[in-house]
C-alpha cells in the first residue's frame, strides 16, 4: 500500500517537476549504502528515494548506488570514486561514512555531498536524519494498550544515542497511559543478522514479554512474534507481509521528499548545507497502517501522531527523570535537540543499564 | 560406479606452478559466462573488473592499500601453514594490534614527536604477537586444537575493540557515538605520495616478504619450517624442536598480522573504530594460498584479490552490477585454486563396483 502511495506522490512530483526539466546533460546522484538494498528495512528505505527521484525528474536525473559498503576505508574510496567519475550529488545513508564522506567532500568542492545521521558538516556537505522518536513514543502507546503482562521486549543493535533515545521515547510513550510498564531488552551488536534478532525475540517471550519492538532491520523478531501470536512492529518499512496477525504498525522511514528536494534544490542552484531533522511534520517519518488492534487504541495512536505532528505534544517534554530518578528536564520545558542527538542514559523506569557507559 | 582420487607419484613441478594461472583464467571464462547471463557486455565488464582499475594512478592506490593487510597477514600465515600450524585467528590478532598501537597514539594524542609512530608499530607487533601466544601456548603445552582456539580468540578481540571503541577510547567530544578521536599527525602513516592513501605499510608488506623469503630459502631456519610440514617425523630425527617451532610460526604471524592492523588503523582510518577490518585476517588465507605459501608470490595474491574488490565497486558504480558478484568472483576462485591443486596432486578414477575389494572399502 505504501509503495503504492510513494509512487503517486512520485508521479505527482513528476508532473509538478516535469517541466523544469531540461535537455542538458542529466545531474548524476550516486547513493552509498551500508547495507544490500533486499534488506526490506534501512536500505530498502533509501533506496526508495532514490526510485522516486528517478521517477521524480526523469531524464534529467540519472541515478546510482553501491550497496554493502563496509564503514571504515573501502567506504571512503567508494565516494571518492563516485565523485571523481562525475557524480553531482551523493548522498552516503550511514552514520560510520561520516568521517570518509567530510574527507572526500573537502577534496571535491564541486560535488554536493549530503550525509545521513552524522554531525558534521563542511560548505557542499549538507546532513540529514528523521526524528524516529517521534514514531517510537507512538509505538510504545500503542504497545501498552496492547499488552497482557505489561511487559515489552526490544531487540536493539548498538548503544549510540540513537538506539537509546529510541527506547527513552518507547518507554515515556508506554508511561503515558501505562506508568507499571516495564521494558526488556537485548542487545544484539547489528543491525542485520536475523539469526540473533530472532533469538532475541524469542527469549523475551519465554520471559513473558508480549510485545515485541526492534530497533534492528531484519523481519525476523515480527515472523517470531507470529510464529508465537505475540504482537511486534515494524521497522523501517511497512512488514505486515511478514506478519499479517502480528504487526499493529511501523515506523516508516520515507526519504523521498527530502532526496527530491535536495536534487531540486542542486537543479536550481539554491542548494546550501543545513541540518536537517525531520518528523511527523515533514512526512520523514510515517506510520504503517494501525491493524490488529482495536478502533480505540487505532484512534488514540492517530491523536498522538497528530499532537507530535503539531507541536501541541513533545515526547521529550519535562518533567523527566533518569534512572537515578533526578530530574532532567523541568516542567514546562523540553529537550532540546543537542541533548537528543548525544543522548546517552535512561529514562526513569528501564531496569536495563547501558552496556560500557562510562 | 564411484569417483576416486589416486595419489600421483610425483606431481609435476610445472604444473604447480600453473595451477593458480589455469585457476585465474578459468575464473575468467566462468565470469564471462556469468555477465552473459547477466545481460552485460561480458568483455566490457571484465575490462571494468579487472583493467580499469589498473588505469588510474589513484586507483592502483588504492588496490596496494588493501593489498597491503592481505599480504602482510599473509606472509606470516604461510609460515604457520607451511609448517603445519594452523593459525585461523590472524583477524584477532589484526585487531589486537591495532588495539595495544592506539592505545599508545591515544594515550599521547596532542603530543607531538617522532617517537609516537615508532612506538605505536612496536606496541602493534606486541599485540598481536601476544594474542597469538595463547593459541600457541595452548597448543604447545597441552595439544590443544590451534584452528578452534586461535579462531575463538578472534571473537574476544573483536568484541574487546567494540568495547574499547565504545567505553574508554570513544572521543569524549563525539556525541557518544562509538569512535575515538581522529589520530593527531604524528601519530599517523605517512603517506607515498601527494593524492592518495598508499601509506608507509606498502613499504612494511615489501620488506617483509623479502625477509621472509630470504629466511624460508637460505637459513637453517627456513629449512625446519618446511620440513615440520611436510615431514615431521623427519624433524623430530633431525633433532628440531617441535614446540620451538609452534612458538616460532604463531609469534611471527602475530607479529605481522598486528603490524598490519596498528597500519590500517593508522593508515587509511586514522582512528578508533567499533569494527577494524572487513575481514582482512580470513581473505588472507585465501591470499596465503593462492601464493603457494611463498612469501613472493603472496605478494601477487595479494594485489589480485585486492583487484576483485575495487574491480567488484567500480563494476556497481559503472554497470549496476551487484555486489554478490565480487562475492561469486572470489568464491569461484578459491573454489578452482583448490581443484586445480587437487588435480595437479592426484588422478581422477572412475571405477566399477568390483573394485570395492581391491582398494580397500570408503575412506
Known amino acids: 500500500m505504501t509503495r503504492y502511495l510513494k509512487y503517486i506522490t512520485a508521479a505527482f512530483l513528476a508532473v509538478m517537476l516535469g517541466a523544469g526539466a531540461n535537455a542538458a546533460d542529466p545531474l548524476k546522484a550516486a547513493f552509498v549504502y551500508v547495507g544490500p538494498v533486499s534488506d526490506h ?61 567530510v574527507k572526500v567532500s573537502e577534496r571535491f568542492p564541486d560535488v554536493t555531498f549530503a550525509h545521513a545521521t552524522g554531525y ?127 504487526q499493529l504498525t511501523a515506523i516508516i522511514d520515507d526519504w523521498s521528499g527530502y532526496y527530491v528536494s535536495q536534487v531540486q534544490a542542486v537543479i536550481d542552484g539554491t542548494w546550501e548545507s543545513q541540518d536537517i531533522w525531520g518528523g511527523f511534520n ?77 | 560406479m564411484r569417483i576416486e582420487l589416486e595419489a600421483r607419484g610425483q606431481p609435476s613441478v610445472l604444473m604447480t606452478w600453473l595451477s593458480p594461472v589455469i585457476a585465474i583464467l578459468l575464473t575468467l571464462l566462468f565470469g564471462v559466462l556469468m555477465f552473459v547471463l547477466m545481460g552485460q557486455d561480458p568483455i566490457n565488464a571484465l575490462y571494468i573488473y579487472f583493467v580499469q582499475p589498473l588505469t588510474s594512478a589513484y586507483q592502483i592506490q588504492e588496490l596496494i592499500v588493501i593489498a597491503t593487510p592481505l599480504i602482510l597477514i599473509g606472509i606470516g600465515l604461510s609460515i604457520c601453514f607451511l609448517s603445519n600450524n594452523w593459525n585461523i585467528g590472524a583477524e584477532g590478532q589484526f585487531v ?28 602493534g607487533i606486541i599485540g598481536g604477537l601476544l594474542w597469538a601466544l595463547i593459541p600457541a601456548f595452548f597448543k604447545a603445552r597441552y595439544n ?50 601527494d593524492g592518495g592513501r598508499m601509506h608507509l605499510g606498502a613499504i612494511f608488506a615489501v620488506v617483509a616478504a623479502i625477509v621472509i623469503a630470504i629466511m624460508l ?57 567499533p569494527v577494524i577490518s572487513p575481514g582482512y585476517g580470513f581473505t588472507a588465507i585465501i591470499v596465503a594460498f593462492l601464493g603457494r605459501l611463498n612469501p613472493i608470490g603472496v605478494i601477487f595474491a595479494g594485489l589480485l584479490l585486492a583487484l576483485t574488490y575495487i574491480g567488484g565497486e567500480n563494476a556497481q558504480i559503472m554497470l549496476q552490477i551487484p555486489d554478490d558478484a565480487t562475492s561469486v568472483f572470489q568464491g569461484i576462485l578459491l573454489f578452482l585454486i583448490l581443484a586445480c591443486d587437487t588435480l595437479v596432486r592426484y588422478k581422477v578414477k572412475i571405477t566399477g563396483f568390483s573394485s570395492r575389494q581391491t582398494t580397500g572399502g570408503e575412506g
Open chain 1, 41 to 101: 528495512g534501512w536500505t530498502y528505505q533509501h533506496d526508495q528515494g532514490r526510485l522516486a527521484v528517478e521517477a521524480a525528474f526523469g531524464d534529467a536525473v540519472e541515478t546510482t548506488f553501491v550497496e554493502n559498503v563496509a564503514e571504515g576505508p573501502d567506504a571512503e574510496r567508494v565516494i571518492r570514486q563516485l565523485a571523481a567519475t562525475g557524480q553531482d550529488v551523493i548522498f552516503t545513508t550511514s552514520f560510520g561514512f561520516m568521517n570518509p564522506t
Open chain 1, 120 to 246: 558534521k558538516r563542511t560548505d557542499n556537505l549538507t546532513t540529514y536524519s528523521s526524528r524516529f522518536y517521534e514514531g517510537r513514543y507512538v509505538l510504545g502507546q500503542i504497545a501498552a494498550r496492547m499488552s497482557q503482562s505489561g511487559i515489552v521486549g526490544y531487540v536493539a543493535s548498538f548503544p549510540i544515542p540513537e538506539v537509546v533515545r529510541g527506547i527513552n521515547a518507547f518507554m515515556l510513550g508506554m508511561q503515558s497511559v501505562r506508568p507499571d510498564a516495564q521494558i526488556k531488552v537485548v542487545w544484539v551488536s547489528s543491525w542485520f543478522d536475523p539469526g540473533k534478532e530472532g533469538d532475541a525475540a524469542k527469549a523475551m517471550i519465554d520471559q513473558g514479554a508480549d510485545v515485541i519492538t526492534q530497533h534492528t532491520d531484519s523481519p525476523a523478531p515480527l515472523r517470531v512474534a507470529e510464529e508465537r501470536g505475540v504482537f511486534a512492529f515494524g521497522q523501517a518499512s511497512d512488514m505486515i507481509a511478514y506478519a499479517p496477525n502480528a
Open chain 1, 282 to 358: 515533514t512526512g520523514m517519518v510515517a506510520m504503517a497502517p494501525f491493524t490488529n488492534m482495536p478502533d480505540d487504541v487505532a484512534a488514540e495512536a492517530q491523536a498522538t501522531v497528530d499532537k507530535i505532528s503539531s507541536g501541541e505534544l513533545h515526547p521529550f517534554q519535562g518533567p523527566l527523570f533518569n534512572q537515578a530518578g533526578e530530574e532532567v528536564v523541568a516542567e514546562g520545558e523540553v529537550l532540546d535537540d543537542g541533548a537528543l542527538a548525544g543522548m546517552s542514559w535512561y529514562v526513569k523506569g528501564i531496569e536495563d543499564t547501558l552496556p560500557s557507559s562510562n
Open chain 2, 96 to 123: 589486537m594490534g591495532g588495539v595495544a598501537g592506539s592505545w599508545v597514539a591515544l594515550t599521547f594524542h596532542g603530543v607531538d614527536g617522532w617517537w609516537i609512530l615508532p612506538l605505536m608499530m612496536v606496541a
Open chain 2, 144 to 193: 590443544t586444537n590451534e584452528i578452534l582456539t586461535s579462531l575463538m580468540l578472534t571473537y574476544v578481540a573483536l568484541q574487546f575493540l567494540d568495547y574499547l571503541a565504545r567505553g574508554p577510547f570513544r572521543d569524549p567530544d563525539g556525541f557518544n557515538f562509538p569512535e575515538s578521536k581522529i589520530f593527531s599527525p604524528s601519530a599517523t602513516m605517512p603517506l607515498l605520495s
Open chain 2, 217 to 273: 630459502w637460505r637459513t637453517i631456519k627456513g629449512f625446519e619450517v618446511k620440513i615440520s610440514g611436510e615431514a615431521p617425523r623427519a624433524a623430530r630425527f633431525a633433532g628440531f624442536n617441535e614446540k620451538s617451532m609452534i612458538y616460532f610460526s604463531f609469534l611471527l604471524s602475530g607479529s605481522l598480522a598486528g603490524l598490519a592492523g596498528i597500519s590500517e588503523v593508522a593508515g587509511p582510518i586514522g582512528q578508533v573504530l
